[in-house]
């Protein structure tokens, strides 16, 4: 056990005991804060996915181009059941859009632009449907970081991992998301495809592991365009878990600049009052 402190001198007084008492709090201290990341850590990969995730072209995210296709793609295929509440359709003009584009293409229903986007879905109904009410997609691009990749990386590999399973309910399964219940709502761009398995042994076992994708019929878009779009869309869910990364960074970067002048300045004005106390 770690003696914290210990009373010394004067009656009532308290003080450290000595400086070894000092270096082993520090040492515990440093050894508590160690233990909590490595088991932090391992929480994070335990609850990442069993697959390994595809990486996300993150040069989309300042595209704008892209992040507007992305925001079509939404408003077309995804607000029906996913909400994101923490963004207006006004900020898509962050996006280079203009009100009246913003109007007339991607506001889809009686809202105005200064509404939150939200879905017309009732929650308890599809609670009902679907075993469980479709979440607002507004933060997870950030909640489903994890050590096996970014939020970026698991969203655009569950867009791309359906597949069809005719032993769940809506008849397609998911690679990243096993027994997921949403149905492939992207299924008419990318066709219909199975999944072949194969088995592998494991610590003294076997179990069945993802091996390919067969594809049965094709899409409206060729394998790359629909990883194209998809990534698109991605983008956008990046933006909008947090519509201002990119100016962060790009001030981040300018306050880093002025910290480092102004250091010099500071550096040097220190050493020549002192020459001068001296």
């Known amino acids: 056990m770690v003696r914290i402190a210990e009373l010394s001198g004067e009656p009532g007084s308290l003080a450290l005991g000595s400086s070894r008492g000092v270096g082993r709090l520090i040492a515990a201290l440093l050894a508590g804060v160690g233990l909590f990341l490595i088991l932090g850590m391992s929480d994070v990969r335990a609850a990442g ?14 595209d704008r181009a892209a992040l507007q296709n992305g925001a079509k793609l939404y408003m077309n295929y995804c607000l029906g059941c996913h ?7 006004s900020r898509l003009a962050d996006l280079g859009l203009t009100q009246d584009q913003i109007k007339s293409n991607l506001i889809l229903t009686d809202a105005k632009p200064g509404d939150l986007i939200k879905t017309t879905m009732p929650l308890k109904e599809s609670a009902s449907w679907f075993g469980k009410a479709p979440p607002d997609l507004s933060l997870t691009a950030r909640s489903r970081s994890s050590g096996a990749g970014s939020g970026a990386d698991w969203i655009y590999t569950y867009l791309r991992g359906y597949y069809l399973d005719p032993s769940r309910p809506t008849g397609w399964n998911n690679i990243v ?11 008419d761009l990318q ?10 042994a494991s610590h003294g076992e076997e179990k069945l592991v993802f091996d390919r994708y067969v594809q049965k019929s094709p899409g409206r878009m060729t394998s790359a365009e629909y ?6 869309l991605t983008a956008f869910l990046s933006w909008a878990a947090e519509p201002v990364a990119q100016t962060r960074k790009q001030v981040g970067v300018w306050v880093l600049l002025f910290l ?10 220190n050493a020549a009052y002192w020459r001068d106390i001296r």
């Open 260 to 269: 480092g002048i102004f250091f010099v300045f500071a550096w040097r004005l």
């Open 177 to 187: 998301y096993p027994a997921v219940g949403m149905p492939h709502v992207l299924w």
């Open 83 to 89: 909400g994101i509440s923490q963004v207006r359709y």
């Open 49 to 62: 996915p069993s697959v390994a995730l595809d990486s996300f072209p993150k040069q989309k995210l300042t």
């Open 191 to 200: 066709g219909e495809r199975t999944a072949e398995f194969k088995k592998v």
């Open 227 to 232: 990883d194209n779009a998809v990534a698109d």
